[in-house]
């Protein structure tokens, strides 16, 4: 049974920093790519970022290109997200996301086929 753990999120001002976990179990992680999808208030679930299996290349929506860091220890089958320079529009429930073991993937819901729980991060000026 394949699980992805989300921790690390929280409430925090504007301009401040986070550091959101996911710890996976289950699945082959070193041979899976991994990323990060958020949901705000009352809008679609988006891409954040991907990282591939090595971690050698890493993916970022352009809103958060600059302050936000993908990486992975395959050692600790964790996944990470750095968050710099958070902004209120930061704001919103992340998930952590397994795509299937051996696939590429990319920026788009379906090509995920594990999801976490989510767990919500809040930007307040």
């Known amino acids: 049974q394949v699980q992805l753990v989300e921790s690390g999120g929280g409430s925090v001002q504007t301009g401040d920093s986070l550091r959101l976990s996911c710890a996976a179990s289950g699945l082959p992680f070193s041979s899976t790519a991994m990323a990060w999808f958020r949901q705000g208030p009352g809008m679609e679930r988006e891409f954040v970022a991907s990282?591939?299996?090595?971690?050698?290349?890493?993916y970022y929506v352009d809103s958060v290109t600059g302050r936000f860091t993908i990486s992975r220890d395959n050692a600790k089958n964790t996944v990470y997200l750095q968050m710099n320079s958070l902004k209120f529009e930061d704001t919103a429930v992340y998930y952590c996301a397994a795509g299937p073991p051996l696939a590429l993937t990319g920026s788009r819901m379906y090509e995920y086929k594990y999801w976490g729980q989510g767990i919500q991060v809040t930007v307040s000026s």
């Open positions: 990282i591939t299996w090595s971690g050698g290349i890493a």
